[in-house]
T-cell receptor
Framework: RKEVEQDPGPFNVPEGATVAFNCTYSNSASQSFFWYRQDCRKEPKLLMSVYSSGNEDGRFTAQLNRASQYISLLIRDSKLSDSATYLCVVSNSGYALNFGKGTSLLVTP | GAGVSQSPSNKVTEKGKDVELRCDPISGHTALYWYRQSLGQGLEFLIYFQGNSAPDKSGLPSDRFSAERTGGSVSTLTIQRTQQEDSAVYLC??????????????FGDGTRLSIL
């Protein structure tokens, strides 16, 4: 079983829509959690860290449910520029990151 | 530049040859990481450096893979006797520290390796 699992999508949504992604992780000892964004043929870039209390950054809200071992990302008022692959990332050790395969989002006009 | 720099950006080589990939981390970052991303797969952790030492090499797929870091800065990943399954994008990342939680890792553009 892969350590981090995500629905690969693609999610096709119109501009202005709200979209949510979930991911699950298998290691209950995992200690830190992130969402990264990866554009086609580009390097991953940190979108936001995910804290136990949940956190928000502009149009993006991340939630962590340790009991159920899942992480979510909510994007409000989607923009065309939000089209990318969103990577759920979990760390057990403080250094090595375990990446999901990513969820593909396409925002259309 | 201020980001993580990797070279070459693309490498095409014949099966059986050795290749060397280079990573220049962000200045002042003590931790350096190598990952591999194969087509349709997620990123796979290979090795972690804290300074010049590698506390975790567990992700290296075989003994054909090795890496070193010198001067607490530049790192090279060497693949000997390349095989076709080594074809992937090799990504390097760095962070201020590898010993604290929630340290963001900053990635380079990667080296796209193709083995013919």
């Amino acid at each position: 079983r892969k350590e981090v699992e995500q629905d690969p999508g693609p999610f096709n949504v119109p501009e202005g829509a709200t979209v949510a992604f979930n991911c699950t992780y298998s290691n209950s000892a995992s200690q830190s959690f992130f969402w990264y964004r990866q554009d086609c043929r580009k390097e991953p870039k940190l979108l936001m860290s995910v804290y136990s209390s949940g956190n928000e950054d502009g149009r993006f809200t991340a939630q962590l449910n340790r009991a159920s071992q899942y992480i979510s990302l909510l994007i409000r008022d989607s923009k065309l520029s939000d089209s990318a692959t969103y990577l759920c990332v979990v760390s057990n050790s403080g250094y090595a990151l375990n990446f999901g395969k990513g969820t593909s989002l396409l925002v259309t006009p | 530049g201020a980001g993580v720099s990797q070279s070459p950006s693309n490498k095409v080589t014949e099966k059986g040859k050795d290749v060397e990939l280079r990573c220049d981390p962000i200045s002042g970052h003590t931790a350096l990481y190598w990952y591999r991303q194969s087509l349709g797969q997620g990123l796979e952790f290979l090795i972690y450096f804290q300074g010049n030492s590698a506390p975790d090499k567990s992700g290296l797929p075989s003994d054909r893979f090795s890496a070193e870091r010198t001067g607490g800065s530049v790192s090279t990943l060497t693949i000997q006797r390349t095989q076709q399954e080594d074809s992937a994008v090799y990504l390097c990342a760095s962070s201020l520290s590898g010993t604290e939680m929630y340290q963001p890792q900053h990635f380079g553009d990667g080296t796209r390796l193709s083995i013919l």
